[in-house]
């Protein structure tokens, strides 16, 4: 299994792993080991062998990239694996080609189209064909909504078969309904990386406008600044304006004392973790309309869906929130569970990948 971070292999396959390994298999993942060893102690937990391989995900340098490309195929080679799994834009293009030369099955899974393929220039053309290279002999494409499917068909990256997973799903034995809070403070949260593409500065401008309005409310941010936002993030928490807690290792905490969460991403999700997990633990949500976020939520049902890049959406539908008596936020939160139960149930996924693993070996 390759993926780029610890949250990628074990935050949303690790139940995978663990069917894998009590049906017999011996699972070996890949992926850079962090900084106080994560991948090695995490993969002993699980009972599955660990390869660091560092990855830069942002990195363009030719050198770098082809020093990577050589590396997946060493150790691809020296295990010679009866299939490989991939996740993310680096993982499935240069894994799917070291796969294809060595005649390996691959079975790649489309975690969303990444800023290569979504912003287009020479770095949308270079991921293309990289893709088109990799995927041209999978066993299987995993993807997670339909968008990202008829953008490959476009974009005529041939591949023999695919199925439309829903997202990662979301454990729901781990997410359960949390009791909505009561009393008159309503808490708004965003949980996310820190980043333009995420809607934090989206988030921010509601925040300013509504604590203006709305004194009993809180806005509180999770997630580390992948980008420079720290002083604007320190000059609105010294306002008062937000509340920053940085990276969550217990997001359900938070999650137990939010009234709603809010993600206004344009990022091109496959379908959003957070969203997943927010509805699961009976939270209300309010996010973006466009794939790989609208599909987490059901519009005026269990959230609110909004326009790409406006703040004044968001802070109409935050509004429009509040307005709500608490009865109907409490039903919206329920509704998002139920909508989870019926659609997103991780064990969707891991039966897919059984079913499709069986046939490639």
Avoid: W
Wanted: a neutral charge.
């Amino acid at each position: 299994m390759l993926g780029n971070s610890h949250l990628v292999i074990f935050g949303f396959r690790g139940e995978l792993i663990e069917r894998l390994v009590r049906d017999g298999y011996e699972v070996i993942v890949a992926f850079p080991n962090g900084p106080f060893g994560e991948g090695e102690k995490t993969s002993k937990d699980y009972n599955c062998k660990f390869v660091e391989i560092p990855i830069n995900r942002r990195g363009k340098n030719p050198i770098q990239e082809l020093l990577l490309l050589r590396k997946y195929y060493k150790v691809i080679n020296d295990i010679l694996p009866d299939v490989v799994l991939s996740y993310t834009v680096k993982c499935d293009t240069y894994g799917g080609i070291v796969c294809s030369h060595l005649g390996i099955p691959f079975i790649p899974n489309i975690t969303g189209l990444g800023k290569g393929l979504a912003e287009g220039g020479l770095t949308r053309t270079i991921t293309t064909e990289l893709y088109k290279r990799a995927v041209k002999n999978a066993e299987c494409v995993f993807f997670q909504n339909e968008q990202d499917k008829k953008f490959f068909e476009l974009s005529k990256i041939n591949f023999s078969h695919s199925v439309i997973l829903p997202g990662s799903g979301v454990n729901l034995e781990k997410f359960i309904p949390l009791p909505y809070p009561l009393g008159e403070r309503i808490i708004f949260t965003y949980i996310a990386r820190v980043m333009k593409a995420k809607g934090i500065d989206q988030f921010l401008d509601a925040a300013k406008v509504i604590k203006d309005e709305f004194p009993n409310t809180q806005f509180h941010i999770c997630g580390y600044c992948e980008e420079d936002y720290r002083s604007i993030i320190n000059e609105a928490v010294d306002k008062g304006i937000v509340v920053y807690h940085g990276l969550v290792k217990n997001i359900v905490e938070i999650e137990q004392m939010s009234s709603c969460i809010v993600l206004p991403s344009f990022h091109p999700e496959g379908v959003s973790n957070v969203l997943l997990e927010a509805a699961a633990s009976a939270r209300p949500v309010i996010t973006t309309d466009r794939p790989g976020c609208r599909d987490a939520v059901d519009d005026g049902i269990s959230g609110f869906s909004i326009k790409e890049r406006s703040s004044e959406d968001l802070i109409d539908k935050i509004r429009k929130f509040i307005a709500l008596p608490i009865d109907k936020r409490i039903q919206m939160g329920l509704a998002g569970r139920k909508k989870m139960e019926r659609e997103f149930d991780r064990q969707i996924v891991v039966d897919a990948y059984l079913r499709e693993i069986e046939k490639a070996i």
